[in-house]
């Protein structure tokens, strides 16, 4: 007895799930004061690997044209294997087209360096150590 009970709230929660998502569609429309008929439309679920929207940085993006990044990213901006590429940032392409750091290396200002030991790059990109100072573990002066 309690299974079927069990069971009959599973269905009817089912059902109720299903009554809401569904939308229904047919020939109702909305008239408009100034113009044609409006319809209302639900909006149409798309799955996002087949949307229908391109994705701006596709792979042919920029078709090797290195003004179209200039245009679009900034300055540092460069078409590495038809995509917008900031070379002074982008791991994968620091410095030049499929320039790779190491594992333990960062790209900063386009030169791949390890942030737990490089002075002028201590941490972070830009974090210099004082004159005379050292850094390690990415820390100024660590003692």
Do not use: W
């Not at 009970?5 to 569609?25: P, Y």
């Not at 995509?83 to 790209?107: Q, W």
């Amino acid at each position: 007895m309690k299974i079927m009970q069990v069971i009959f709230m599973i269905a009817t929660a089912m059902a109720i799930a299903i009554a809401l998502t569904v939308t229904i569609t047919g020939d109702s429309q909305e008239t408009t004061l100034n113009g044609p008929p409006a319809v209302n439309v639900s909006p149409k679920r798309v799955s996002r690997f087949l949307a229908e929207t391109r994705n701006p940085r596709a792979a042919d993006h920029c078709h090797k044209d290195n003004e179209i990044c200039y245009y679009l990213e900034g300055k540092n901006s460069t078409c590495c294997n038809n995509k917008c590429m900031d070379l002074s940032e982008d791991k994968h392409n620091c410095g030049a087209c499929k320039n790779k750091c190491k594992f333990t290396s960062s790209c900063c200002r386009g030169e791949c360096v390890n942030l737990a030991y490089d002075k002028r790059h201590c941490g972070s990109c830009g974090n210099k150590c004082m004159p005379g100072g050292y850094c390690i573990y990415g820390l100024c002066n660590y003692a």
